[in-house]
């Protein structure tokens, strides 16, 4: 549940853009920032939080000023590189942005163990590859036809969906073992 709620404002974008861009832009703004607020409050802003919550105000500012902008048709290429290029920024510094998904899961004192940090890697990087994959559909759909609403939402859809599914698994998975492991000790 914690990844549905930390993509809500993806999701809005996702749902509410291809209708209007300025109202997939306002409502992903807006829970960008009312999760940034969570997450100040808490004491416990991460990239991903930071990160969207940027590009949703930059572009909710953009479609707001410039309705008619170009830009619009290039969104869905631009929100799947941000998510991708944050994606792989948190890989190259050895904090994957999932930790901070995954530590609300898991005792404390397993959030600095080379396993835990190891599985999360991996479903960073399963994440990043679906991003990546998605950005780079998207800008081909776009390329070959900006108004073809339907495969860009198939491959806004397909690029939350294939990755939740696929780091859900190995999460689960990655949990068993870990369990089994404290069994057998």
Known sequence: MNYVRGFAP?????????FDWRLGMGAA??????????????????????????????????AVADPASGL???????????????????????????????????PREFWNAPRFIRVNMVLTTIWAAGFTTAAIVCALVVEYDHA?????????????VVPFAL????????????????ATS
Not at 32 to 59: E, I
Not at 148 to 160: E, K, M, Y
Not at 167 to 182: E, H, I, K, T, V
């Open 29 to 62: 703004a807006l829970a960008a920032l009312l999760l940034l607020a969570g997450q100040l409050r808490a004491r416990s802003v991460d990239l991903l939080g930071a990160a969207t919550c940027a590009f949703f105000v930059v572009m909710a500012g953009v």
């Open 72 to 106: 619009q048709h290039w969104t869905c290429a631009l929100a799947n590189g941000t998510l991708a290029v944050v994606a792989a920024a948190s890989l190259a510094v050895r904090r994957p942005f999932t930790l901070s998904i995954a530590r609300t899961q898991v």
């Open 167 to 182: 780091s859900s698994r190995y999460a689960g998975r990655a949990q068993a073992r870990a369990a089994a492991g404290r």
């Open 148 to 160: 073809a609403a339907v495969p860009l939402i198939t491959a806004q859809v397909l690029g939350f």
């Open 10 to 18: 993806w999701l809005c974008y996702a749902a509410l853009s291809p």
